[in-house]
């Protein structure tokens, strides 16, 4: 009888802990960080996409680039797609691409900060890009019209930046280049590093 006692009294101490080990406090709720423009600055590792026209293959990289005040910086963009527009053939694409090395590409925003959904927006204003493209002994001047079709997003919740790109028209030694599929760059996900 004894023994059916204190297991009662165990099992009573035991069930008490459980309902207060469970017991939410009241104040459990999520409060965001408020982001700054600032945040937007940093280095970033990036997830990209690209594809030529609308049925094209979509080719992933994983990139970086640094974002401070006004500009997000490309240090090596990527430039496969254009050069083989120009080119055409593979084997001179791949010649042409390892003489031209590394193309740093610089991107220009402005921003504002939308506090109701706790993100930056970027207005991009891309510029031009110039390639000079060696190819069958001459070297051809490509200029690549960049565009921003969307603005670009700084999320405070995961502290990402989204956005995306355009090469909308290539002009090769003064003439546009036709006919001509448009290359997205898609940057879905981008994390500081």
Known sequence: MKKLTVLKAFMVVLVAFAALSLT????????????????????????????????GPIVEKIINFSAKDTIVDFKEFPIREIVKSVVKDPVKTDTALAKIGKVEYKLNYT???????????????????????????????????VVAKQKGFFVGQDWSLRFGLVAEKIIVDGVELAPFETIKYDFPYSIKN
């Open 24 to 55: 939410s406090c009241n104040n459990d709720r999520y409060e965001p960080v408020p982001v700054k423009l600032g945040d937007v600055n940093g280095n970033y590792k990036a997830r990209l996409f690209i594809q030529q026209g609308s049925k």
């Open 111 to 145: 921003s504002k900060i939308n506090t109701e959904q706790n993100i930056v927006e970027l207005t991009f204003a891309p510029k031009k890009l110039n390639i000079q493209i060696p190819v069958d002994g001459v070297t051809k001047n490509a200029v690549v019209t």
